[in-house]
């Protein structure tokens, strides 16, 4: 086989005609800041979409999650507790407001945040009164057990849904389970404002806050006076202008995710791996990344410093190094899995919390036999696929074979 002639990526931006025209007006009617028309429509359509009562346009999801934070009442020296295996931008707001993230082992089921082990850090930590939760690569957590040990605790629910737009849980749309939400417009999730992210919640005085803290905290008064620390956190308008081209795409691109997801699960389907898990029954992701789980018996040797991977090839086995290996030679691009917070150096000191509940963090050391936490036994065994949406059918057909080659 030769290699790929054109790059095929995890996951590049989709662009359709239409975010040039509303780029085009925000220049042409001089709307070239943070206010105008392309800002209030990604707000309203975002709404209309998902089923908030509000959005507030911000630069990027991770600031949408700082306000977030800072609306639940994050205080230096709290306690939060936060999804393990996760992108850092997920746990670095609770950070920024000196809050010390707890980290909460994932389960199999839906690679999210696992009830059992969240129960299990409230009975430690009965303090604790903010969680911010992530969906990972467009998948929902189980809400429902979530949100029944949260309430059950007074705890505030902070949704991260930066991967998982589109998606729905028992039919309600990712975002709208936290009291505070957060997507995202990076240029690599399902759609794109090339940046950009929004906030969303039903309460008006919360979104009005954000609204506030995101433009310098001006107070009402004919010359700037401020009362409160702000951040100049506020969406561009020529940035929203290619948002609301994108949002018209979303239910494409999902179908054109979920394609290849299920394209990768018949084509893979002799193989001793698994796709990333959900249920059916319960919920709908939006497919944003197609992952693979090498089955335990099937693993070759792989180990992992903190910069580098080596692995022992073995006929019939192999390792998600080998696999990385081989697509970027063939110039395709896959991923690791994200790599737990609680393996880290920066978090690798902070409370780590699994369904035995030990509390304790675990050295990031592969034991062979098993004792890894959920989370790492995924980093280890797992990897994102190419997952870009332009991608063609005989393209994904090469990847499969790649990827049989290796076993
Ligand atoms: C992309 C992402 C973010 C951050 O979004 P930005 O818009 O890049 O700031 C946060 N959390 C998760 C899980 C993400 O994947």
């Known amino acids: 086989m030769k290699p790929f002639e054109k790059r095929i990526y995890l996951s590049s931006p989709t662009m359709h005609g239409d975010e040039l025209t509303y780029m085009t007006e925000a220049y042409e009617t001089n709307w070239m800041s943070t206010v105008g028309k392309n800002i209030n429509e990604v707000e309203r359509l975002i709404c209309e979409k998902v089923g908030c009562r509000y959005a507030v346009a911000l630069s990027c999801g991770t600031s949408a999650l700082h306000l977030a934070v800072k609306l639940a009442g994050v205080k230096p020296g709290d306690l939060v507790f936060c999804t393990d295996m996760t992108f ?47 969906n990972l690569y467009g998948t929902p957590a189980k809400m429902e057990e ?17 991967e998982s737009l589109g998606a729905t849980y028992k039919g309600q749309q990712t975002g709208t389970f936290g009291t505070y939400n957060a997507i995202s417009f990076n240029g690599n999730k399902i759609i794109t404002g090339s940046s950009g992210g929004m906030l969303l919640t039903d309460d008006l005085e919360a979104a009005n806050k954000v609204r506030k803290w995101s433009t310098q905290s ?55 791996v698994s796709m990333n898990p959900y249920d059916a029954d319960i919920m709908e992701p939006n497919f944003w990344l197609s992952c693979l789980l090498i089955h335990p018996e099937a693993m070759c040797r792989q180990v992992r410093s903190d910069s580098e991977a080596c692995y022992i090839k073995e006929k019939g086995k192999s390792c998600p190094t080998e696999i990385l290996e081989t697509l970027a030679a063939y110039n395709a691009e896959g991923r690791p899995i994200w790599k737990p917070m609680h393996m880290q150096p920066l978090y690798r000191m902070h409370a780590f919390v699994t369904a035995e509940g030990n509390g304790r963090a675990r050295t990031n050391a592969y034991i062979a036999g098993g004792g890894m936490d959920v989370g790492a036994d995924i980093f280890h065994r797992g990897l994102c696929l190419p997952s870009d949406n332009k991608m063609t059918e005989e393209e994904q057909n090469k990847i499969i074979e790649l990827i049989k080659s290796c076993f």
């Not at 407001?97 to 009975?123: Q, R």
């Not at 979530?146 to 930066?162: F, R, S, T």
């Open 88 to 134: 850092d931008a997920t746990v670095n707001p609770v950070v920024y407001e000196g809050g010390i993230p707890v980290f909460i082992d994932t389960e199999y089921d839906s690679w999210n945040m696992d009830p059992a082990a969240l129960e299990k850090a409230f009975e430690l930590y009965p303090e604790v009164k903010v969680v911010v939760l992530a």
């Open 146 to 162: 979530i949100i029944a040990i949260c309430q059950k605790h007074g705890a505030v629910i902070i949704e991260d849904a930066a």
């Open 218 to 272: 001006r107070e009402n008064a004919p010359w700037y006076q401020h009362e409160e620390v702000g951040y100049n956190y506020r969406m561009s308008n020529v940035i929203a202008g290619v948002v609301r081209g994108q949002i018209p795409y979303l239910e494409e691109h999902i179908a054109q995710k979920k394609a290849i997801y299920m394209r990768y699960k018949e084509g893979l389907k002799d193989l001793p």
